[in-house]
């Protein structure tokens, strides 16, 4: 069992996928010698060279395309964008192009392609790049949608996107980097669409999202001291979004509270929420409360950045309000 931050899990992830298969490239800006804008692709330069760790201008739009020409060629591209705030560039390319064209052509071709976006706010980077995006791809048919929150999920998670044969939206929070975290030393890929249960409890289901699982496991420990037991999952992945799972715990604790940093306003909270209250409203007890940020770009100032990324406080007021 090693300890590894999230970063040096995606870069495992990638150089292990890389060895493998021959087909695996890696572009995107910046992502060769300099190693990534956050690091990510350290050391993958040097150890497969220009031809499979290509850097590309400063042009989402051709990064995004040539990979799903690759992709469509039968390589197995991996593209960097150095913030999700930028992939509006790319956004035909993107959702009308690689996650359509399986489907378009009678699946006589695939698109095993992943695009590795960091997301989020919380250091300064104001808001052209900060936001978090998965609900945009999340309604797009032909995409997938994987956001994992700990090291061992971003590796295992991240072999399984490589693997596809369909495109794969990868988002990392931007703050968890440097986060570390035990990844088993016989780790494997892990299944997109299957939640796991972060923290049993009996009275409140928390379903959160990438950084926010942090919070919803500190609101967890918060709500405990006052008597209130608190289950915790992590969808993972929220296309396809296990609803099973979210389902099978609102049934046992009846109330249901979900959190992510996205602005609250049509964000995947909503969704699940719908589902929710569309199959089993009849087991709730209480309102479906969501917890996301407010509706305004994410601000500058260190002090109102703090302000507008929601955090574990904001969870248990959630829960509190319900249960009062």
């Known amino acids: 069992m090693a300890q590894k931050t999230y970063m040096q899990a995606l870069n495992d992830a990638l150089r292990e996928e890389m060895e493998r298969d ?62 999700v705030d930028f992939i509006g560039v790319s956004m035909d390319q993107l959702f009308n ?15 095993p ?20 995006l998965e609900s945009w791809f999340m309604h797009i048919p032909g995409l997938k949608v994987a956001m994992p929150a700990t ?76 008597g209130i037991n608190a289950e915790v999952i992590d969808p993972r992945t929220v296309s396809p979004l296990d609803m099973d799972t979210i389902i099978e715990s609102v049934k046992k604790t009846h109330s249901l509270v979900v959190a992510h940093e996205a602005v609250k306003t049509g964000g995947a909270g909503a969704e699940i929420a719908a589902q929710v209250a569309e199959e089993i409203i009849d087991y709730l007890d209480t309102p479906i409360m969501r917890v996301g940020a407010p509706f305004t770009p994410v601000p500058f100032s260190p002090p109102l950045e703090e302000a507008f990324i929601p955090g574990a406080e904001d969870i248990v007021a959630a829960v509190e309000q319900i249960r009062s």
């Open 97 to 111: 192009q690689a996650a359509k064209m399986r489907y378009m052509f009678g699946g006589k071709t695939t698109i």
């Open 151 to 226: 090291p061992e999920d971003a590796y295992g998670l991240l072999l399984t996107a490589i693997r596809d044969d369909n495109p794969v939206v990868f988002l990392e929070h931007k703050v968890l980097y440097g986060v570390e975290g035990e990844v088993p030393d016989n780790a494997g890929a892990i299944p997109f669409g299957q939640a796991k249960i972060c923290r049993e409890g009996t009275d409140v289901t928390i379903v959160a999202l990438s950084k926010m699982v942090y919070s919803a496991l500190e609101a967890a420990e918060t709500l405990a001291a006052k």
């Open 22 to 83: 021959p087909n695996v490239l890696i572009i995107g800006e910046d992502v060769g010698q300099f190693g990534g804008c956050f690091g990510v692709t350290k050391g993958l330069f040097d150890q497969f060279g220009e031809k499979r760790v290509r850097d590309t201008p400063i042009t989402e739009s051709a990064i995004v395309g040539a990979a799903t020409g690759a992709a469509a060629a039968g390589l197995r591209p991996v593209c960097e964008l150095m913030f």
């Open 113 to 132: 392609m992943v695009l590795r976006a960091p997301q989020g706010a919380g250091i300064g980077a104001a808001a052209q790049h900060s936001q978090s």
